[in-house]
Structures are given as structure tokens and as C-alpha cells.
T-cell receptor
């Protein structure tokens, strides 16, 4: 069954600290992996997208890694800010079909001053 | 930057009533989607729409649901007879194809 699992479920860090969020997936066949940021009550906003041939992708203070062999990805956030408080969702796009996405449950990040 | 627009932002309806959720995708996009997120749960795929027809749908998308692109700009999701368990955030998304995906801000549907 196609699944996306994320850890931890929630995380509290102090402003200015770094953190790393994890994602494991069993989606097959695999086309791409995305990380989204979702504020409460809002739609997901894309942070990064990687195809199976890419190992890393950065977007400002966000750096995503992908190991397609072990089916693992991580999202590293550096120098966290209060505005980083949100849910971070790992999303996998299977190949073929019409580009539907499979979502993980997300990691809820709280950045405290 | 182009946006996917959804209206209304919040809709309250009585159980058994019909609701129509509206979306205006990005103008040059070709693929359109509806997803939903029940409070505290994952975002789930409902349906994809391409070339004026449903291209894929999930088990959730039963006979109570329908989608339409009535005028070349709007994309609607209709729920014929709402149930309490239909209460959720409904997200519309569109893509030109390939990897670019843009989500709307969602419609919060509350069935009472």
C-alpha cells in the first residue's frame, strides 16, 4: 500500500535553532517527493520538490534530502524563526497517472522565543 | 504570482443539503484536483480532472460527489446530500502538468 510516514509528530524548538524532520515512503512507482508548509487553516505551500535523481534541494533556510534507494527524505530548517511554526508535510507523487499526490500526516513544528 | 482561488472560505450547511464548492484554477493549467483534510488528519486525494473529464478518483469520491468545469474558468465540487462526516477542509489544486502544483487556501465545510 502506498504510504508516507513522518517523524516526529510534533517538535518544539527555540528560535534560532536548527531542526531536521524525517519522512519514509513506500510509494511505488515513485516520481517525485515534495515538502510543503501548511499554516493552520490554510492550503499547503510548496517548499521543495525533488525527482528520484536528485539528492538535495534548497530553498532559503530549508534544505531537503532524498535517498531513493532507502526511500527516505529529510527536511532541515536552519536558524529557525517564529514564523516557521507550522505543519511540514512530506508528499510523494507516484509516476504515471494524472499527478495525484500522497500526503504524510505532517510534523507540527512550534518555534518558541 | 498566480493563485488558485476558492470560495467560500467557510460554509456551514445542514445535513442532507447540497453544497457546491467553487475554485478558479490558474488560467493556463490543464489538470485540476480536489483534496480534503478532515480536522487533525492527512490531506486525502478525492479526484483529478483533465480534458473535461474525471481522470482518477479515490474511494472517498462516491456517487454523492461530482465535479464540473462549467465555463472554462471555474472548477466546482458538488456534494449532493451532505453527511456529518463530510465536514472538512476542501482544497482545490491545479497544475499545468509535470511537477508544478498550486493549492488554493481551502473551503472549510461544516455540516451540522
Amino acid at each position: 500500500k502506498n504510504q508516507v510516514e513522518q517523524s516526529p509528530q510534533s517538535l518544539i524548538i527555540l528560535e534560532g535553532k536548527n531542526c531536521t524532520l524525517q519522512c519514509n515512503y513506500t510509494v511505488s512507482p515513485f516520481s517525485n517527493l515534495r515538502w510543503y508548509k501548511q499554516d493552520t487553516g490554510r492550503g499547503p505551500v510548496s517548499l521543495t520538490i525533488m525527482t528520484f535523481s536528485e539528492n538535495t534541494k534548497s530553498n532559503g533556510r530549508y534544505t531537503a534530502t532524498l535517498d531513493a534507494d532507502t526511500k527516505q527524505s529529510s527536511l532541515h530548517i536552519t536558524a529557525s524563526q517564529l514564523s516557521d511554526s507550522a505543519s511540514y508535510i512530506c508528499v510523494v507523487g507516484p509516476s504515471g497517472g494524472y499527478n495525484k499526490l500522497i500526503f504524510g500526516a505532517g510534523t507540527r513544528l512550534a518555534v518558541h522565543p | 504570482e498566480p493563485e488558485v482561488t476558492q470560495t467560500p472560505s467557510h460554509q456551514v450547511t445542514q445535513m442532507g443539503q447540497e453544497v457546491i464548492l467553487r475554485c478558479v484554477p490558474i488560467s493556463n493549467h490543464l489538470y485540476f484536483y480536489w483534496y480534503r483534510q478532515i480536522l487533525g488528519q492527512k490531506v486525502e486525494f478525492l479526484v483529478s480532472f483533465y480534458n473535461n473529464e474525471i481522470s482518477e478518483k479515490s474511494e472517498i469520491f462516491d456517487d454523492q460527489f461530482s465535479v464540473e468545469r462549467p465555463d472554462g474558468s471555474n472548477f466546482t465540487l458538488k456534494i449532493r446530500s451532505t453527511k456529518l462526516e463530510d465536514s472538512a477542509m476542501y482544497f482545490c489544486a491545479s497544475t499545468i502538468g509535470g511537477h508544478g502544483y498550486t493549492f488554493g487556501s481551502g473551503t472549510r465545510l461544516t455540516v451540522v
